[in-house]
């Protein structure tokens, strides 16, 4: 395994046992807009959840709602058009792009009787994506392989060279990477994208040279 990974628990798997969990986890698990969950994971943190308007905690908005928020501003679209989840379907992690609409790239878990079933799904019927967008394991992948998943099915380096990015800070600012199901996952896809594109302060050094 590459050296840029080192330090990660590449090994690390979630527990064979997701269900049942937490209400407030299953809840996020399930709403599909990224400004709704947010307001929602303050409620959480706050233990105002029982406050919050049932608006915030559909799971899907209809037509009629997210053209209102559209109105508002675009970003207030962020996942609001992934698809519908499937039955008893979760979404383990996300990455959410600070584009104009703030798409977002969901990768959704369901367990099976033939094993543990994964997808990535975009907002655009996968048109973004890349041809592996679904995998089945007989138990919940490892950070590395699930990782190594999630990048090939976005298009993670796709998305980087598609949107100039010529420097770490920027491409970083750009993509979030979240999942509460591997908590080393933000830090897996920070590392991505470090081999892809370098550092400022590196570009700067080899400028000098």
Same mark, same amino acid.
């Given at each position: 395994m590459?050296?840029?990974y080192?330090?990660?628990n590449?090994?690390f798997?979630?527990?064979?046992?997701?269900?049942?969990?937490?209400?407030?986890k299953?809840?996020?698990?399930?709403v599909?807009g990224t400004?709704?969950r947010?307001?929602?994971t303050?409620?959480i943190d706050e233990?105002?959840?029982n406050?919050a308007?049932?608006f915030f905690?559909?799971?899907?908005?209809d037509e009629d709602?997210r053209r209102?928020r559209s109105?508002v501003?675009?970003? /207030?679209m962020?996942g %609001?058009?992934?698809?519908d =989840?499937?039955d008893?379907?979760?979404e383990?992690a996300?990455?959410?792009l $600070?584009s104009?609409?703030?798409?977002?790239i969901?990768?959704?878990?369901?367990?099976?009787?033939e094993g543990?079933?994964y997808?990535?799904?975009?907002?655009?019927?996968?048109a973004?994506?890349g041809?592996a967008?679904?995998?089945?394991?007989?138990?919940?992948?490892t950070?590395?392989d699930?990782?190594k998943?999630v990048?090939r099915?976005?298009?993670?380096d796709?998305?980087?060279?598609?949107?100039? /990015?010529t420097?770490? %800070?920027s491409?970083?600012a =750009?993509i979030?990477a979240k999942?509460s199901y591997?908590?080393?996952?933000? $830090?897996?896809?920070?590392?991505?994208?470090e081999a892809?594109?370098?550092r400022?302060?590196?570009?700067d050094?080899e400028?000098?040279?």
């Open positions: 590459s050296d840029i080192a330090g990660l590449l090994e798997r979630p527990s064979p046992r997701l269900f049942p969990m937490a209400a407030e299953l809840l996020l698990s399930r599909k400004w709704r947010d307001i929602l303050m409620a233990d105002r959840l406050e308007a049932p905690t559909r799971t899907a908005l709602d209102a109105a501003h675009p970003a /207030f962020g %609001e058009y992934l698809p =989840f499937e008893d379907e979760v383990v996300r990455l959410e $600070e104009v609409t703030g798409d977002v969901s990768v959704r878990l369901r367990r099976g009787s543990y079933h997808r990535v799904v975009d907002e655009y019927d996968g973004c994506l041809d967008q679904k995998i089945t394991a007989d138990k919940p992948l950070l590395h699930f990782g998943f990048c099915a976005s298009c993670l796709d998305i980087i060279s598609l949107n100039d /990015f420097d770490f %800070e491409a970083t =750009f979030h999942s591997y908590p080393e996952f933000r $830090e897996f896809i920070t590392r991505t994208i892809l594109v370098p400022q302060e590196d570009a050094h400028e000098e040279q």
